[in-house]
């Protein structure tokens, strides 16, 4: 199983970026997906999940009302769509994804079996 995550870069404070998470060797279908972040010198943070059944999206505190994630199972896709950027969200993304993730766990790094390489987002004017 391989995940990647792409489509950070470079944006600035108050701007949008959308990251994408795919899979290969295993459907994102009903398996748990998690993005987490890690920023310069600072632990990495949960930042927003889907679960198994897509019908639980947890969001971390400092993201809720500006992130959303979505899935396309279409496609294997699980997205982050990303509005109002700040600074502090510069960071690393990472999604992650596991099919034996319970709802409590969803936000727990720890929970899940396989991790994307991460992509960069830095917020900057």
């Known amino acids: 199983v391989q995940l990647q995550a792409f489509g950070g870069g470079v944006a600035q404070p108050g701007s949008s970026l959308r990251l994408s998470c795919t899979a290969s060797g295993q459907t994102l279908r009903g398996v748990a997906v998690g993005w987490f972040r890690q920023a310069p010198g600072k632990q990495r943070e949960f930042v927003a999940a889907?679960?198994?059944?897509?019908?639980?999206?947890p969001y971390s505190n400092s993201v809720k009302g500006r992130f959303t994630i979505s899935r396309d199972n279409a496609k294997n896709t699980v997205y982050l769509q990303m509005n109002s950027l700040k600074p502090e969200d510069t960071a690393v993304y990472y999604c992650?994804?596991?099919?034996?993730?319970?709802?409590?766990?969803?936000?727990?790094?720890?929970?899940?079996?396989?991790w994307g390489q991460g992509t960069l987002v830095t917020v900057s004017s």
């Open positions: 889907s679960s198994r059944t897509g019908s639980g999206t």
């Open positions: 992650a994804s596991g099919a034996r993730v319970i709802t409590s766990s969803l936000s727990s790094d720890i929970a899940y079996d396989y």
